[in-house]
């Protein structure tokens, strides 16, 4: 159980373009889902936290407008990087939080997407 | 720096043996969290043990934390080559968020 996926897994795209990621949690609801980057070697940076049916809370330093966030449903979250540039290239996971479960601090990660702006 | 900071940043150990990972941090906390990363993929919760725990084990692995010291560490006991991966801890704060540390890279030599 817990599965969360992502899509698409990899993605080249040209300067400028826009990118859509998709996370999805297959087998239970998540109110709260999160968008994490990770550079090579490094840690996971959050970059925003996002709640289905209201918009979502971004760290300090992200922004908005670059990185749009919808979570429409329970089981849905999409994350698009706007007007893409190459330092946007990055390693992009989604994780989830099962909605209603005692005690459910756990984020069950998505697999990642690999996004590369040329 | 909000993250947390993990010893060592490398490890490198023969199969069999066991492989310790220790994770610092600064401010309080209302869980504490382990996770899994091979390279290029996504994480796996490992394990989770909250503030009034002092030790929890799942299978070969076993956490401990000290609160009063900030710090935790993860064991991993009679290691296997399929335990290579890079280790993070990640701090709950009781406000749905996780802040992670900068990761162990583990490396089993068969």
């Known amino acids: 159980g817990a599965v969360v996926s992502q899509h698409p897994s990899r993605v080249i795209c040209k300067s400028g373009t826009s990118v859509k990621i998709e996370c999805r949690s297959l087998d239970f609801q998540a109110t709260t889902m999160f968008w994490y980057r990770q550079f090579p070697k490094q840690s996971l940076m959050l970059m925003a936290t996002s709640n289905e049916g209201s918009k979502a809370t971004y760290e300090q330093g992200v922004e908005k407008d670059k990185f749009l966030i919808n979570h429409a449903s329970l089981t849905l979250s999409t994350l698009t990087v706007t007007s893409a540039h190459p330092e946007d290239s990055s390693f992009y996971i989604c994780s989830a939080r099962e909605a209603g479960r005692s005690g459910g601090e756990t984020q069950y990660f998505g697999p990642g997407t690999r996004l590369l702006v040329l | 720096s909000q993250q947390g900071e993990e010893d060592p940043q490398a490890l490198s150990i023969q199969e069999g043996e066991n492989a310790t990972m220790n994770c610092s941090y600064k401010?309080?906390?209302?869980?504490l969290q382990w996770y899994r990363q091979n390279s290029g993929r996504g994480l796996v919760h490992l394990i989770l043990?909250?503030?009034?725990?002092r030790e929890k084990h799942s299978g070969r692995l076993r956490v401990t934390l000290d609160t009063s010291k900030k710090s935790s560490s993860l064991l991993i006991t009679a290691s296997r080559a399929a335990d290579t991966a890079t280790y993070f801890c990640a701090r709950g704060s009781g406000n749905e968020k996780l802040t992670f540390g900068t990761g162990t890279r583990l490396t089993i030599i068969p």
């Open positions: 043990i909250r503030s009034n725990e």
């Open positions: 401010t309080s906390i209302n869980n």
